[in-house]
């Protein structure tokens, strides 16, 4: 596509529930990020792919988040029994790796998560 | 890992004065410094980019400066406009770290008519 699609845009949740967001990166694009922003606040590291390597999970704030890229494409970031201080805007965002040493990410617009 | 740490959280501007906004990063081995601008309910956008083989960088009214003895790096924005106003996020990324890009807190920009 065009750009980075992100699906649900909004998602509100009961605590203790399951969520899965979904990331569609740009095709072509080999590294796919997540990132997690709690309001007002800045861009947390989650997780990155980079093709065929084992992602970088170290952002990942409990066991309870996980994702997986199938296909080197689509990304899914699950999180399982939800919590109150899950509740982020949760932004993916592609790259096509190197380009003559520039990295530059294209963002979705991210998944708002509301867990009440 | 790396870190970086973005000041200020928060600043405000006359329409037509300048804005600075100052970045550290910790990991030497960082070599791309990525400016991006978040307006509200949407995602970061890259407005520009610095190399670590490069000081500094002029796009129109915005230029970034690098200093790489001293880890830190810098957003210039001259003439602001109250379209300026948005977060603005720097961030570093490494080879080392697999390209992992690492961002600051953000700076919230208010241009103010």
């Known amino acids: 596509g065009a750009g980075v699609s992100q699906s649900p845009s909004n998602k509100v949740t009961e605590k203790g529930k399951d969520v899965e967001l979904r990331c569609d990166p740009i095709?072509?694009?080999?590294?796919l990020y997540w990132y997690r922003q709690s309001l007002g606040q800045g861009l947390e590291f989650l997780i990155y792919?980079?093709?065929?390597?084992?992602?970088?999970k170290s952002g990942l704030p409990s066991d309870r988040f996980s994702a997986e890229r199938t296909g080197g494409s689509v990304s899914t970031l699950t999180i399982q029994r939800t919590q109150q201080e899950d509740s982020a805007v949760y932004l993916c965002?592609?790259?096509?790796?190197?380009?003559?040493?520039?990295?530059?990410?294209?963002f979705g617009a991210g998944s708002r998560l509301t867990v009440l | 890992g790396e870190n970086v740490e973005q000041h200020p959280s928060t600043l405000s501007v006359q329409e037509g004065d300048s804005a600075v906004i100052k970045c550290t990063y910790s990991?030497?081995?960082?070599?791309?410094f990525p400016w991006y601008k978040q307006e509200l309910g949407k995602g970061p956008q890259l407005i520009i980019d610095?190399?670590?083989?490069?000081g500094e960088k002029k796009d129109q009214r915005i230029a970034v400066t690098l200093n790489k003895t001293a880890k830190h790096f810098s957003l210039h924005i001259t003439e602001t406009q109250p379209e300026d106003s948005a977060v603005y996020f720097c961030?570093?990324?490494?080879?080392?770290?697999?390209?992992?890009?690492?961002f600051g807190a953000g700076t919230r920009l208010f241009v103010k008519a």
């Open positions: 990991d030497s081995a960082s070599n791309y």
């Open positions: 095709s072509g694009h080999t590294a």
């Open positions: 961030a570093a990324s490494t080879k080392a770290g697999g390209f992992k890009t690492i």
């Open positions: 965002a592609s790259s096509s790796g190197l380009a003559g040493g520039a990295n530059v990410l294209t």
């Open positions: 610095i190399r670590s083989n490069v």
């Open positions: 792919f980079q093709g065929n390597s084992a992602p970088d």
